[in-house]
């Protein structure tokens, strides 16, 4: 059974429209996380939050807003979508600690027209 | 900012052949960083593959070994004889020990193929 779980699989938008990608963790992890992969670009984190609080925010614009209704919730809002914003958005969670493995889910990919 | 540089790919090597694939680090916000190798087989998600959280010290997990080198900045991926289900993307990543929640920085990813 899938551990994290991230929906939908693909996702195409267009541009100025808004969009909600789900992630969902059955791992009993405290910490969450949100990566974003562009193309031919590394992983780059965005967010982290712990007992669905902010932790840390990576991303410079305030159109990307997680959140968390539930523990093992970490949904994120974009609005007002540009093309640029096209990649694979990736979910991870982890036990507390900075030590602690960080598990994936396997991405939405976004694409903006 | 901090940063990861890795192997360009893609790379192909022959089974049983040896491999290394180079990561180096720059961590100038980090105090004492840590380092992973994560791997995304085809069709699978991101999983790690091996983690070294103090310098000097050697992680190793399903035939690969990195060992983690702060004189040098660098946390090179090793084997010493390929398999063809090794074929998959490798990610070099950078941690934080500073903070309870660490985010990771990653490198571009290297796409190895082992051809039989």
């Known amino acids: 059974d899938p551990k994290i779980i991230q929906k939908p699989k693909y996702l195409v938008a267009v541009t100025g429209s808004e969009k909600i990608l789900i992630c969902e963790q059955y791992?009993?992890?405290?910490?969450m996380y949100w990566y974003r992969q562009s193309a031919k670009k590394p992983l780059e984190f965005m967010f982290s939050?712990?007992?669905?609080?902010?932790?840390d925010n990576q991303t410079a614009s305030s159109r990307f807003q997680p959140q968390s209704s539930k523990k093992n919730h970490l949904d994120l809002q974009i609005t007002a979508l540009k093309p640029d914003d096209s990649a694979t958005y990736f979910c991870?969670?982890?036990?507390?600690?900075?030590?602690?493995?960080?598990?994936f889910g396997p991405g939405t990919r976004l694409t903006v027209l | 900012g901090d940063s990861v540089t890795q192997t360009e790919g893609p790379v192909t090597v022959s089974e049983s052949e040896s491999l290394i694939i180079n990561c180096t680090y720059s961590?100038?916000?980090?105090?004492?960083?840590?380092l992973f190798w994560y791997v995304r087989y085809p069709g699978e998600g991101l999983q790690l593959l091996l983690k070294?959280?103090?310098?000097?010290q050697k992680g190793s997990s399903r035939g690969f070994e990195a060992t983690y080198n702060k004189e040098t900045t660098s946390f090179h991926l090793q084997k010493a004889s390929v398999q063809e289900s090794d074929s998959a993307v490798y990610y070099c990543?950078?941690?934080?020990?500073?903070?309870?929640?660490?985010?990771?920085?990653f490198g571009k990813g290297t796409k190895l193929s082992v051809k039989s």
């Open positions: 791992l009993g992890h405290n910490a």
């Open positions: 991870a969670s982890s036990q507390e600690g900075a030590y602690a493995e960080q598990f």
């Open positions: 939050y712990s007992y669905q609080k902010l932790m």
């Open positions: 961590a100038t916000s980090i105090a004492y960083p840590n």
């Open positions: 070294v959280i103090t310098a000097g």
């Open positions: 990543a950078l941690g934080d020990s500073g903070g309870s929640n660490a985010k990771l920085t």
